[in-house]
């Protein structure tokens, strides 16, 4: 004969244990979301921020022209020294002594500047870089993170499949209080039997 008390103990001994390993692969693939936001925001190692220096720097000069330095704006007859040019953070507004604008916007000087002085600007902002990167814990080089992403969500990918088969084995005993996140894969969800 089966003892009702020692059947309820080994079933809710049971449940236990799966709880412990549902919230196991619940936690697995939050640390694993965790990876890859990380691997998505961390900054790049200073052999990568240095070729970003190279590439804005070679940006920049290529859109500095000299045509930015002429302007289809007439000022009222008045000399080039009867208007005040006021520079702020990012901003320049020209105003004639009348008080007319006849001008604003943002001014971006790295144009000029990196047309000016390529190699100047390159190796000053490469050795701040290089001061700087000691501070920065850096994440893996750009061309290593597709792969490594890749990886993380194939891992991901398979503990989303153990944790719908906990789920689905618990609602095919009848056990409660086994709950699918949010955020879980649709398609595995659907793809169990």
Known sequence: MIDAEKLKTALNKSAKEAHKQLEAVHEQIAHIDDEIYWLENAP?????????IDHF??????????NHFFYQ???AGLGTFD???????GNVLITLETG?????GRVDLS???CALFPEQIKRQLSDMATAAA?????GPPMDERDGLKAELIKRRHQLEIDEEKIISTAEELGLNGFY????????????MP
């Open 100 to 104: 007319r604008v006849i001008g604003s």
């Open 57 to 66: 720097v070679n940006e920049k000069s290529d859109l500095a022209g000299i």
């Open 134 to 138: 000691d501070g920065i814990e850096s």
């Open 44 to 52: 790049v190692p200073l052999s990568d921020a240095l070729k970003n």
């Open 180 to 191: 699918r996140r949010a955020d879980c894969n649709p398609e595995i969800v659907l793809m």
């Open 83 to 89: 208007a005040t040019v006021d520079l702020g953070h």
């Open 111 to 113: 144009e000029v500047l």
């Open 73 to 75: 704006r007439e000022s």
